[in-house]
C-alpha cells in the first residue's frame, strides 16, 4: 500500500487562530461585581471626602456648619421615607413586572407558533431599541390618572406609571437573556426528554426553565443594581422621590450653593449604602454557585 | 379633525413654524450622534492602544478613566460637566456685543461628556478584541520586522475589529438612545422639541408621540442595519469566532 501523501488541507497546528473575547459590557455582570469588590471603608470614606469635607470647606457665614447640619437633620426623616423609599419601591416594583411580562415574552420568542413568535420579537425589536427616557414621557403622559371601573375610581398615583414606563425596557432586556438562557441549554435534554414522552410544556417548565433560573440570576441581579440607579431619572418628570425632594428641600432653604454637596451627597451615600450590600451579597451567591458546579 | 381626534392633530404637517422645529430638533440629533459615534471610537482606539503601552501610568489613567465612566449614570455625567466643569471654562463675549457667553455651548458639553461615556466602554470593547489575538500572530509580525505601531495598525487591529464589531454594534446603539437625556440640560434635540411642541400644543401630544418613538426606533435601526451590513462584509471566512 502507498503511503498517503500529506494534505495541506487537513494540516492541523495547536497555535489558536482567535482567542475567546473577555469583554464585560454595560449590562453584563461588570457593575455590581465592581461594586462587591470595594473594601468595607469605601462607605465611610464617601461620607468623609464627599458630604463632610466639602461642606466644611464651602460653608460660608450666612451658612455656617452649624445651621447646615441644622438643616440636613430637618429633612432627613422626610428625604428617606418619602423619598429613598419611594426609589426602593419603584426599582422594586419596577423588576418585579419587568421580570413576569420578560418571562412570558422571552418564551414567546422561542415557542413554536410563528404568530407568537412573530408578536415577541416585534415587542422585543419596539422596546430594546427606543430610549428609555421617550418610553417614560410616553406612558407618564398618555396613561389616564385614575381607571373607571363601574362606579368607582382607581387612582393610578404618579410612581406608578413611572414603574410601568421604566419596566418596558427591562421587560424587552429580560426577554433576551431568558432567550439566551434556554437556547443555552444543549439541545440533547430536549431529545432525552421527547423520549421519555414528555409534553413540550412539561419539558419547558419541568426541565428546561430550572436549569435557567440559575444562569439568569447573575444578569437579573445586575439588573437590579443598574434599575435602582436609573430610578432618579423620574424626577425629570417630576415623580416624588429623592431627588425630586431634595431639590425642593433646597429651594425651600434658601437655594445656597453650600447646601449642594451635603444634598446631593447624601443621595449619593444612600444610593451607595442600598446597592453596596446586594452586590457583595451576590458575590457570596456566585462563589456558592460556582462551587457546585 | 380636532374636535373628533383631540390628541392627534398631526400640527407638524401643516404649520411650517412647527415642522421647522421638529426638523431642527431632528437635526440636532443626528449631528448629536454622528459626533459623539465618531469621537467616541476614536477615543476607544486610541484608549486601547494605550492600555498596551509599556508606561504604569497611563495604563492607570485609562483604567481610571474607564472605571469612571462605566460606574456613574450618564445622566449624572452631564449634569456633572455642564454646571460643575462648565462654570470653570472661560467666557467670549457673544455675537451681540455685550453678553458674556461660556466658551462650550450646552451641546458642546453634550458632547464631550456623551463621547467619553461611550468611549470607556469602546476602550474596553477594543481592549477585549485586541486581547484575542493571539500572541503568536504578534510574534509573527515582529519576526517579520514590523515596529509596534505598524504591528498593531496593519496586523492587531484589523483582527480586532472583526472580533469587537458585535460588542461596539450594541454600544453605538445605546449611545444613541442615550442621546435623549441631553434634554436635562437644555440640548435642544429631537425629544426636546417634540416635548416643547406638545407643551405649546396639547392637541399634538399623541401624533407628537407617535412620531417621536418612530423617529428614534427609525434612527437606531438605520445604524443596526449598517453596522450588520459591515460585520458582513469584513468577515473573514473561518475566522472570528473562537475555536
Sequence with gaps: ?293 | MADTYPKWNFIFFHDPVQWERVVSGFYVTVQLSVVCVILSVIIGIVGAWAQGSPSRLIRWTVQDYIQFFRSTPPLIQLLFFYFALGQFTPTVTGPDGWTEQPIISNIGWAIISLSFFAGAFNVEIFRSGIEAVPDSTIEAAESLGFTRAQTFTNVTFPLALRVSLPALNNNLINLVKTTTQAIAIAVPELLYEMVSIWNDYASAQNAAMTVLFFTYIALVGILAFGMNRWENKLLVPGFGKAS
Excluded at chain 1, 469635607?53 to 447646615?68: E, F, N
Excluded at chain 1, 422571552?106 to 427606543?130: E, K, P, T
Excluded at chain 1, 440607579?229 to 431634595?246: D, F, I, K, N
Aim: glycine share 6%.
Design chain 1, 1 to 293: 500500500m502507498r503511503h498517503a501523501q500529506p494534505n495541506p488541507m487537513n494540516a492541523t497546528t495547536d497555535l489558536p487562530v482567535i482567542l475567546e473575547p473577555t469583554y464585560r459590557g454595560p449590562d453584563a455582570i461588570g457593575f455590581s461585581r465592581w461594586l462587591g469588590n470595594m473594601p468595607v471603608w469605601a462607605l465611610p470614606a464617601l461620607a468623609i471626602f464627599v458630604v463632610l469635607w466639602p461642606t466644611i470647606l464651602h460653608a460660608q457665614a450666612a451658612y455656617s456648619v452649624d445651621k447646615i447640619m441644622g438643616i440636613m437633620a430637618k429633612w432627613l426623616p422626610l428625604l428617606i421615607t418619602q423619598g429613598f423609599l419611594m426609589n426602593v419601591i419603584i426599582s422594586f416594583f419596577t423588576m418585579l413586572f419587568g421580570t413576569i411580562a420578560g418571562l412570558f415574552l422571552g418564551l414567546g420568542r422561542v415557542s413554536d407558533n410563528a404568530v407568537i413568535r412573530g408578536f415577541s420579537w416585534l415587542m422585543v425589536q419596539l422596546f430594546r431599541n427606543s430610549p428609555r427616557l421617550v418610553l417614560l414621557f410616553i406612558v407618564m403622559l398618555t396613561l389616564p390618572f385614575e381607571i373607571q371601573i363601574g362606579d368607582t375610581y382607581i387612582p393610578v398615583p404618579d410612581w406608578m406609571k413611572a414603574v410601568f414606563g421604566l419596566s418596558l425596557p427591562v421587560m424587552a432586556d429580560l426577554a433576551e437573556i431568558v432567550r439566551g438562557a434556554i437556547q443555552s441549554v444543549p439541545s440533547a435534554q430536549w431529545e432525552a426528554a421527547h423520549s421519555l414522552a414528555f409534553t413540550r410544556r412539561q419539558i419547558m417548565w419541568q426541565i428546561i426553565l430550572p436549569q435557567c433560573f440559575k444562569r439568569m440570576i447573575p444578569p437579573w441581579t445586575n439588573w437590579y443594581a443598574i434599575m435602582t440607579m436609573a430610578t432618579p431619572l423620574v424626577s425629570l418628570l417630576g415623580v416624588t422621590e429623592l431627588v425630586t425632594l431634595s431639590r425642593q428641600a433646597m429651594e425651600a432653604e434658601g437655594n445656597n450653593p453650600s447646601l449642594l454637596m451635603p444634598f446631593f451627597g447624601f443621595a449619593l451615600i444612600i444610593f451607595f449604602a442600598y446597592c453596596y450590600p446586594i452586590a457583595r451579597l451576590k458575590l457570596r451567591l456566585e462563589k456558592k454557585f460556582a462551587v457546585k458546579g
